[in-house]
């Protein structure tokens, strides 16, 4: 079975910065992209930043030019580097991978159980 562990949560005062990893295990033949949602208390899960196969990266408005995600493929880890962290960035940090399990099956979607981040003014 495959999971997905995410870890580097924490509390941060606004202007600091903070590293999130995950980690995919288990029966792996690929991963197809790699990303990093939210979820603040009372608001829908958004995507923060996704990372493709192909090096191709995206994020969502409010974090361009502060965080950056990135992946060790070798590793089946993804990255994301948070740097000038605001108050509004408090939220539930969860890890989605697109994950093949054999080349005769398609690709499926996991989550992380998250982890926690919270930024202090």
């Known amino acids: 079975q495959v999971q997905l562990m995410e870890s580097g949560g924490g509390l941060v005062q606004a202007g600091g910065s903070l590293r999130l990893s995950c980690a995919a295990s288990?029966?792996?033949?690929?991963?197809?992209?790699m990303s990093w949602y939210r979820q603040a208390p009372g608001k829908q899960r958004e995507l923060v930043a996704a990372h493709t196969n192909g090096g191709f990266t995206n994020y969502a408005d409010s974090v361009k030019g502060r965080f950056t995600i990135s992946r060790d493929s070798g590793k089946n880890t993804a990255y994301l580097q948070m740097s000038n962290v605001k108050p509004e960035d408090t939220a539930v940090y969860y890890c989605n991978a697109v994950i093949l399990l054999t080349p005769w099956v398609s690709p499926r979607e996991y989550w992380g159980q998250g982890t926690q981040v919270t930024v202090s003014s």
């Open positions: 288990g029966s792996i033949f690929s991963i197809n992209g």
